[in-house]
Each structure stands twice: as C-alpha cells, then as structure tokens.
C-alpha cells in the first residue's frame, strides 16, 4: 500500500512496531518511508532496528550500505 501522506504512513507503522516489535520488515518499512520524507538519521536508525531482527537479511544491509555510502550520509 502506497500513501500519499507520508506522514501517515509513518503513523500507521509507528503504531504497529508499538504493537508489535519483533517484526523486522515493520523497521525496514518505515526507513522508507523516512527516507521518502528526506528524514535520514531517523531512517538510518530504523534499518539498523530492521538488522538487530533480522541481521541476515539482504535487503536490509544493502540499504544501510547504500545510507552509508551516499553523499548526505545518515549517521547522527
């Protein structure tokens, strides 16, 4: 589901990490939605939320790495 609100969809996985932490997919999903708001220190502490999960995952190295290595890096 794509929303035009950006800020509701933050909202919307907000809420469902209060509800449900454990899932790693739900950290991967809002660093996108960070990122696709320009809030990257934020984003970059999500994917890594997405890494502690799930530290095997691909898709979710690459995308730190890629946050890592991209000129307006997102370290805090």
Known sequence: ???RD???AEAILRDA???TADEP???YALSLSLIR???M???RQAVVGALRLA???PSYRELLRLMDES???ATP
Do not use: H
């Open 1 to 3: 589901v794509r929303y």
């Open 6 to 8: 950006e800020t509701e």
């Open 17 to 19: 990490i209060e509800r």
């Open 25 to 27: 997919v739900l950290y």
């Open 37 to 39: 708001q320009k809030r």
């Open 41 to 43: 220190p934020e984003a």
């Open 55 to 57: 530290p095997d995952e």
């Open 71 to 73: 000129p307006g890096r």
